[in-house]
DNA sequence: AACCAGGATCGAG
DNA sequence: CTCGATCCTGGTT
C-alpha cells in the first residue's frame, strides 16, 4: 500500500499526470467517466467563480488519481456500475496539504461550509497539479500548450505520449495528417469513431489540455496588464491578487487556509519573476521577494503561521 | 541548496 | 518618512 500515494510536492518530473502503475486503471476511467460527459457533472455543491467550462469536469477525476487510495467516495467497482453509480458530492474532503500529513493544517475551524471550502482548495491545488503535468508535458514532447497550434507532427507526439501514460491502444494511424486545429475541432464521437477502443479517453484528455491552455493564455497576458491601474502595488496586494486567481497562479502560490489566510509558495522562482514583472525589476528573486515579506512581520501584514512552515505565510488579517 | 531572520543602506515618491 | 530593492551575515531544514 505504501507504493501508491506519492506525496504530492515531492513527485519527481517523469511521473507525468499519473504514475502508470499504480492508479492507472482505475484513473483511466476516472478520467473517462469524469471528463468526458461534460453533460452531466453537477457534483459541485457551488457553481464554480470562474467562467471555464470544462475545467470543474476533471477537478474530480483528477483529484482521484492524485489520490487513489483515499477516494472511497468516488470509488466505483472497477468496470462495473460506471455510469449509474456516480459519486456523491464529497461529505469531507481529506486534508490536502501536500507534505506535513500527520499534522498538516486544521481545515475550517468548523461551522460553516466545510465542503465548499475544501473543495476550494482541493480545485486550487488539482488545477496547479494539472497546469504543472502539462508543462511537463510539453517541455518533454516539445509542444506547446495550446492544442490548437499543433503541427501533425506534434499531434502524433501528444497520441503517443497519451497512449503510453494511460496504457491505450496504439491509434495513431487512424489521426495520421491531422493538426491541433482539426484535432481540437473534433467531436468525442469523431474520437470515438477513429478509435473505438480509447478514442473518448483521448478526447477527455484532449478536453483537459484544451481548458487548461486557455487559462495559461489569460495568465499570460494578465501578469502585463492590471499594473496599469495607476499607483504602486504592494506586494501583499500583489500576492493576494494571485491567491485571488487559482486558476491561473494555482501552480505557483495557493491557499492552505483560507480563512485563516495561510498561503504556501509553491513556486518561489515564478511567484518572484511575476513580481518583478509587475515591479519592472528584473533582478527580483526569491530571496528579495522574502525580505520584503518579513519587512511586513513588525508592521502586522504577514506572520508565519503558528506552525512554521517552509513558503508557507499567513496574512495577519484575512478577510 | 534552498529557505529564514533581520540589520544596513539606498533611492523613489 | 515609508516602501521596497538590494546586499549581507548567520542560522535552519
Not at 147 to 175: I, M
Not at 268 to 286: D, E, H, T
Amino acid at each position: 500500500m505504501g507504493s501508491a500515494s506519492p506525496g504530492l510536492s515531492s513527485v519527481p518530473p517523469g511521473r507525468l499526470l499519473l504514475p502508470p502503475d499504480t492508479a492507472s486503471r482505475t484513473g483511466l476511467e476516472k478520467a473517462a467517466a469524469g471528463a468526458a460527459g461534460p453533460e452531466r457533472r453537477d457534483w459541485s455543491p457551488s457553481p464554480p467563480a470562474t467562467p471555464e467550462q470544462g475545467l470543474s469536469a476533471f477537478y474530480l477525476s483528477y483529484f482521484d488519481m492524485l489520490y487513489p487510495e483515499d477516494s472511497s467516495w468516488a470509488a466505483k467497482g472497477p468496470g462495473a456500475s460506471t455510469r449509474e453509480g456516480r459519486p456523491e458530492e464529497p461529505e469531507q474532503c481529506p486534508v490536502i496539504d501536500s507534505q506535513a500529513p500527520g499534522g498538516s493544517l486544521d481545515l475550517v475551524p468548523g461551522g460553516l461550509s466545510l465542503e465548499e471550502h475544501s473543495l476550494e482548495q482541493v480545485q486550487s491545488m488539482v488545477v496547479g497539479e494539472v497546469l504543472k503535468d502539462i508543462e511537463t508535458a510539453c517541455k518533454l514532447l516539445n509542444i506547446t500548450a495550446d492544442p490548437v497550434d499543433w503541427s501533425p507532427g506534434n499531434v502524433q507526439k501528444w497520441l503517443l505520449w497519451t497512449e503510453h501514460q494511460y496504457r491505450l491502444p496504439p491509434v495513431g494511424k487512424a489521426f495520421q495528417e491531422l493538426g491541433g486545429k482539426e484535432l481540437c475541432a473534433m467531436s468525442e464521437e469523431q474520437f470515438r469513431q477513429r478509435s473505438p477502443l480509447g478514442g473518448d479517453v483521448l478526447h477527455a484528455h484532449l478536453d483537459i489540455w484544451k481548458s487548461a491552455s486557455t487559462s495559461e493564455d489569460s495568465w499570460a497576458d494578465s501578469e502585463v496588464d492590471s499594473s496599469c491601474s495607476g499607483q504602486p502595488i504592494h506586494l501583499w496586494q500583489f500576492l493576494k491578487e494571485l491567491l485571488l486567481k487559482p486558476h491561473s497562479y494555482g501552480r505557483f502560490i495557493r491557499w492552505l487556509n483560507k480563512e485563516k489566510g495561510i498561503f504556501k509558495i509553491e513556486d518561489s522562482a515564478q511567484v518572484a519573476r511575476l513580481w518583478g514583472i509587475r515591479k519592472n525589476r528584473p533582478a527580483m528573486n526569491y530571496d528579495k521577494l522574502s525580505r520584503s515579506i518579513r519587512q511586513y512581520y513588525k508592521k502586522g501584514i504577514i506572520r508565519k503561521p503558528d506552525i512554521s512552515q517552509r513558503l508557507v505565510y499567513q496574512f495577519v488579517h484575512p478577510i
